[in-house]
């Protein structure tokens, strides 16, 4: 497994922007597809994005497509979620996540979180 630490949350009006850090450490980073989540308040945790190994693939959850950008600099071990246009619907602990698996779309995919950082925006 590899460890994972989230930062940069914080509150922010809608129509904002926040970039979301998460530091790995441990087994090789660059081994591992990255994760981000998120967890409303009385909701299930949700996919966000994704990125491969190689940084080469991303995929979103539809509706944050054009607002947030996921990357990743294998060098720092480090993965980024940067969210613009930021909507109160956005408000959620966002967890960090690596998985070895070639699946990665549900939370069962991934056998290492992060504590979790958290958004709120406000209207």
């Known amino acids: 497994q590899v460890q994972l630490v989230e930062s940069g949350g914080g509150l922010v009006q809608a129509g904002g922007s926040l970039s979301l850090s998460c530091a790995a450490s441990?087994?090789?980073?660059?081994?591992?597809?990255m994760g981000w989540f998120r967890q409303a308040p009385e909701k299930e945790r949700e996919f966000v994005a994704a990125?491969?190994?190689?940084?080469?693939?991303?995929y979103y959850q539809d509706s944050v497509k054009g607002r947030f950008t996921i990357s990743r600099d294998n060098a720092k071990s480090t993965v980024y979620l940067q969210m613009n246009s930021l909507k109160p619907e956005d408000t959620a602990v966002y967890y960090c996540?690596?998985?070895?698996?070639?699946?990665?779309?549900?939370?069962?995919?991934?056998?290492?979180w992060g504590r979790g950082t958290q958004v709120t925006v406000s209207s």
């Open positions: 996540a690596a998985t070895a698996s070639v699946f990665f779309l549900h939370r069962t995919d991934y056998d290492s």
């Open positions: 441990g087994r090789t980073f660059s081994s591992y597809t």
């Open positions: 990125i491969m190994r190689n940084g080469g693939g991303t």
